[in-house]
Nanobody
């Protein structure tokens, strides 16, 4: 059974930082393309960042220079370090795995609110 469990969402002031974590199980993690997506109220889910098993990364233009995605293949974990947060970053953030199998999997989401 595949599970993706996100943690780290919180209420933070503009300019602040947060680190999201996603624990994966049930997949061959080192071969999976892992990603973070987000969905704001009334908007479509959008890609934030993704990372291959070989640590090649890709970012949405809106987060380049502020967010960093990373992974630890030994721990089956993927992270999203978010700095210089803006109110428009407010959303539910979802962990995604595009796994060998094949299979596309989602976590339950973690809420990030950027507000003063």
């Amino acid at each position: 059974q595949v599970q993706l469990v996100e943690t780290g969402g919180d209420l933070v002031q503009p300019g602040g930082s947060l680190r999201l974590s996603c624990a994966a199980s049930g997949i061959i993690f080192r071969l999976a393309l892992m990603g973070w997506y987000r969905q704001a109220p009334g908007k479509q889910r959008e890609l934030v960042a993704r990372i291959t098993g070989g640590d090649i990364t890709d970012y949405a233009d809106s987060v380049k220079g502020r967010f960093t995605i990373s992974r630890d293949n030994a721990k089956n974990m993927v992270y999203l370090q978010m700095n210089s947060l803006k109110p428009e970053d407010t959303a539910v953030y979802y962990c995604n795995a595009d796994a060998v199998g094949p299979g596309l999997y989602w976590g339950q989401g973690t809420q990030v609110i950027v507000s003063s």
